[in-house]
């Protein structure tokens, strides 16, 4: 018997954030302008990146790949040309800026707890891997999901309570069993919320152990300073994907548009203002920059 999907449904109608006509203007020139925000804040940490020489570090290669990562993310929602290939790279981007994140934490520990080794620990080929890695576990996870998801059998219903079309909102409008389907993605997304987040823990707690020893003032706070605006980005990320994706079922589908809202276009805009803003090395490439521009 030849394997395929039986699915009468070949179409799904997103119904948007909200069906109320009196926010429907407010909320798009407001994500109009958080999406421009988002890139080019983010374009202009790449460009920013890629031009100073002091940039080219281990921590700004990372962070060269977040913007990246945020960019197509945050991207990934808009083009009509992108419709058909969206859910894949709604996955991909999203399990991607999981482990990148992941790599930063341990990139600032290694930093601040072995800073003699720095250089050793982290030089390019590890950096590499890791972000190589990153990829690699997004594509693998992003193709078991969609693997998935092509299993399921769709029959009538085709109108999507949200904005964005997610693996659980497709579940529901399925006509047939999802019970193994709905196991293999809580445990895939399981992995790449839980696993990150644990290893993110870990890491802030080494550093945080480290910090509390440091006998001057100043150091501690630079030592924080440096710490902060990774912990607030993971923080917003992990913390409205976990309720996305490990919520009950109690949870409404109007408090899932609003998690949702914080991983998909809150993050991907601030992620630049909160490493450029909170960072000396970065204000100061930017004004080298702008006077090399000027000549």
Known sequence: MALGNGSFTTQFILMGLTDQPDLQLPLYF??????????????GLIILIGLSSHLHTPMYFFLFNLSFIDLCYSSVFTPKMLINIILYFFSFFGISECYVLTSMAYDRYVAICNPLFYNIAMSSKVCSSLVLGSYLMAVLDATTLITCMMRLTFC?????????????????????????????????????????????????????????????????????????????????????????????????VDDGKISSVFYTNVVPMINPLIYSLRNKDVKLALRKTLRMGRW
Request: net charge negative; with cysteine.
């Open 30 to 43: 407001l994500f109009l302008g958080m999406y421009m925000v988002t890139v080019m804040g983010n374009l």
């Open 156 to 252: 009538d219903a085709n109108t999507i309570n949200h904005y964005l079309c997610d693996i659980h909102l497709l579940l529901q409008l399925s006509c047939t069993s999802t019970h193994i389907i709905e196991l293999e993605v809580f445990i895939v997304g399981g992995i790449n919320i839980i696993m990150p987040s644990l290893t993110i823990f870990v890491s802030y707690g080494l550093i945080l152990s480290n910090i509390l020893h440091i006998s001057s003032t100043d150091g501690r706070s630079k030592a924080f300073s440096t710490c902060s605006s990774h912990i607030i980005a993971v923080s917003l990320f992990f913390g409205s994907s976990a309720f996305m994706y490990l919520k009950p079922p109690s949870v409404s």
